[in-house]
């Protein structure tokens, strides 16, 4: 008897981790693409340091096209993955029609709010991250003129631009700053040549650094600023890199750490919406060997008192999707 | 507008019709002698890839062009072997044509270099790089003249200038060749060619090589000497503006250049609204801009401006008669 029941126990043991190791968390990667060098690279980034450290494995799946979105998350729940994290404000509506078909999975979105008892939203603070990039570009300008290129039009790239534009008149209010967006349809995420363009015409209007948050067709926008002799400032990933001694910084959104918390939680995932700020370090900007001859101790100085502020709430950036206008410049 | 953002503008315009152009004439080579060609896109990804890759593997942007003339000819014989040799769908073949590219461009690209489907960025000699042409400097403060000389017509790439000789080239080709005449017979009225003993399909071959070239340029122009390297759908439906540049020209070569290098303004103006909103004296939503050359191709196509009539023999595979 006592025998039955070891071995039943261990039996229930065995099924029970097994079932534990079956659920892989999983991840989705939006039309921008894995390698973006941008937004999406920072959530792969995220997801192989978690699995680098704990040695597990996970599914992942990139969008190939607007369609796929529905389905994709559907197969991804009904094989069992868990939590499933998606990268991108564009999974918003449908992950609000399959969150309640599979109420035991744990979902986690970025850059998007879902009020689902299931879902975890995480969301950042890219006002304040551009904000300080915003005052770094005001105060490296010689031009006075600066500009701004945002990939898709949507609410979320208006917040990038409008604290940036908040930043720059902050240290420089009677400067110009040019706000320009590439496109309207997902495609202004991977136009490189476009952004090169829009970098260019930006550079005959005077500007001379050039913040692109435009994923895939910021690559284009940050080698024609290096070409002409401009500075340019990245977004998402940190950038600097790129084109050394050219990229003045990088908004970086810490997207890597969302992701790999996200795994870390597991299916304990806790629902609800988690705002990563420049407080919680979700935002912030870069600095390293590629950058540091380019920013004067002076910028750095005013740039992290600013931070401080904010930090504090001292300060407060305006938010562009709290009301839909910009008080600092116009789209 | 004052007179220099006008030249910038222009220059703009050069650049961004560039692509358009050259993916017109493929067209118009192609569609002229009766095999409608949709898959330009494809085509010109696939020479994109092709020239940043082997770019940035050789270091030298003319071995780069090679390979994506090489690249881009090889999905225009597998249009022709589809659609002349088996006389398959045309519009079948050249949207299959553009999927196959869209994945396999980031494959090949993915396992070369392990970047997520973008080649590493070129630079010197792996680029064309702008072309300063004489005088350009000492000219430019030449009033109108001067800033027209050394903005919009000097400081582009050598590819440039090519795209805009193939124009005159072709008209002579199309218009004051033996070969040009056969060529838009066979599109017309491939049986009587046949019946003058003349291979329709041999012709049409041409044509759809000729395509490829001329598709491989635009690729690599856009890799090598606009960007920087190739990066995962990079020419973001050029080759679709192309085909309905391509209509509006009426399949013409002249018309061809003046329907790119119109389309090609529209993007340019897109990209400064400040300046339209001067002009127009209200605020003109940038996308309203990037429909214009749809709208105009629907205009033309519905018969209000002329009348835009294919080359009548257009799409259908010849059968020769037993």
Known sequence: MTLMKHLLGAAATLALTGGAA??????????????????????????????????????????????????????????????????????GDVLNTVAPDFPDTKFGIIDMVVEQPNVKSVVFTEDQGSYLVGMMAGLA???????????????????????????????????????????????????????AELAKAQKSQGADVIY??????????????????????????????LHPGKVLTSMMKRVDNAVYDAFKEGEDLKPGINVMDLKAGGVDYAM?????????????????????????????????????TCPAGSF | MDYETLMQILGSTVRLGTPLLLACLAGLFSERAGIFDIGLEGKMLAAAMAAGSVAAMSGSAWVGLLAGIGASMIFAMLHGVASITFRGNQLISGVA?????????????????????????????????????????????????????????????????????FVPLTWWILYRTRFGLRLRAVGENPAAVDTAGVSVKG????????????????????????????????????????????????????????ATMLFGFFQALALRPDVVERIAQVKIPVSALDALPYILTVLVLAGFVGKAIPPRAGGEPYVKER
């Open chain 1, 22 to 91: 079956l659920a892989e968390p999983a991840i989705i990667f939006d039309l921008g693409g894995k390698f973006d060098k941008s937004f999406n690279e920072a959530a792969f980034n995220g997801a192989e340091k978690w699995a680098k450290e704990t040695g597990g494995t996970y599914k992942e799946l990139e969008m190939q096209s607007e369609a796929q979105r529905e389905q994709a998350l559907r197969s991804l729940a009904e094989e069992g993955a868990n939590p499933i994290i998606m990268t991108g404000f564009a999974f």
């Open chain 1, 288 to 324: 390293d060997d590629n950058n540091k001859d380019l920013v004067t101790p002076e910028m750095k100085a005013a740039v992290d008192a600013a931070a401080e502020k904010i930090k504090s709430g001292e300060l407060v950036v305006h938010d562009y999707m709290s009301d839909n």
């Open chain 1, 141 to 195: 300008s010689k031009t006075n003129t600066v500009g701004f290129i945002g990939g898709m039009d949507i609410p979320l790239i208006r917040r990038f631009g409008c604290g940036y534009a908040q930043g720059v008149k902050a240290v420089k209010p009677d400067a110009t700053v040019i706000l320009n967006m590439t496109g309207t349809t997902p495609a202004a995420w991977n136009d490189p040549v476009k952004g």
């Open chain 2, 97 to 165: 044509l553009n999927f196959l590219s869209s994945g396999i461009t980031v494959l090949v690209a993915q396992a070369l270099f392990g970047q997520g489907g973008r080649t590493p960025p070129l630079d010197g000699a792996a680029r064309f790089n702008p072309i300063t042409l004489p005088f350009a400097d000492s000219v430019k403060d030449v009033p109108l003249i001067g800033p027209l000389y050394e903005q919009v017509i000097s400081g582009h790439s050598i590819l440039v200038y090519a795209a805009v000789a």
């Open chain 2, 203 to 258: 012709l049409r071959f041409a044509a759809v090589a000729i395509t490829g070239v001329l598709c491989g340029v635009a690729g690599a122009y856009m890799a090598t000497a606009l960007q920087a390297g190739f990066g995962r759908e990079m020419t973001a439906g050029r080759g679709y503006i192309a085909l309905a540049a391509l209509i509006f020209a009426k399949w013409r070569p002249w018309q061809a250049l003046g």
């Open chain 1, 212 to 241: 692109a948050a435009a994923g895939g067709t910021g690559v284009g926008v940050l080698q024609t600023a290096a070409d002409e002799g401009i500075l340019s400032i990245g977004v998402d990933s940190n950038q600097n890199y």
